[in-house]
């Protein structure tokens, strides 16, 4: 959580204000919206990492009320804090009424993959975490269909045999690897 976290800081910070009108490869957020939802996670899971609940009918507006960078890695160290501590991953959530490791991973998968969004959005280079995305791969596949249920991920995108594993764990989350924001005839 805490390399996740590492790799997700950089990319919120290097967005500019003049970027958070623009679209990401998640279609329901521009920007703005999905740091506001990004941070309303990493927030919202200390307490489920604690086995608590956590508000997500809402979403407050972050960048209004500014020093969002700042805040979202003082917040995601918290993050990862909370689920360092000792027996956090054992049990069921609070919360969500799943099992802790799941909703570790629901959390470890909205700051990779969120984080690939906004970099794409913006112009920025991400790479994953290689210990992040090796755990993320199998629980992904796990959650997907209750995933899509849910709405939270949209249909897989087809990729070619042999596409390298943060792609394919992208493409099955509803995602196209190769989203930019721009037409491809632009």
Same mark, same amino acid.
């Given at each position: ?46 307490? %489920? /990492?604690?086995?608590?609940?956590? =508000? +997500? ?6 960048? #209004? !009320? ?51 969004? %906004? /970099?794409?959005?913006?112009?920025? =280079? +991400? ?6 995305? #090796? !755990? ?51």
């Amino acid at each position: 959580m805490e390399n996740a976290a590492r790799a997700a800081a950089p990319v919120v910070r290097g967005v500019d204000d003049a970027q958070l009108g623009l679209p990401t490869p998640c279609a329901e957020y521009d920007v703005r919206a999905l740091l506001n939802h990004l941070l309303h996670v990493v927030i919202g899971f200390q307490a %489920l /990492a604690a086995k608590g609940t956590a =508000d +997500f009918s809402t979403t407050p507006d972050y960048v #209004a !009320e500014g020093g969002w960078r700042d805040r979202f890695a003082a917040e995601t160290r918290k993050l990862a804090g909370a689920w360092a501590r000792p027996g956090t991953l054992e049990g069921v959530s609070g919360g969500f009424g799943m099992p802790q490791l799941t909703v570790a991973h629901m959390v470890l998968g909205d700051m990779t993959v969120h984080a690939w969004d %906004l /970099a794409r959005a913006t112009g920025q =280079d +991400f790479t994953p975490d290689g210990p992040a995305l #090796a !755990e993320l791969a199998p629980a992904f596949a796990e959650l997907a269909p209750m995933a899509r249920r849910m709405k939270v991920f949209g249909e897989p995108v087809p990729v070619p045999e042999g596409t390298p594993a943060f792609e394919t764990l992208l493409a099955a989350t509803g995602r196209d690897p190769d989203w930019s924001p721009r037409p491809a005839n632009a």
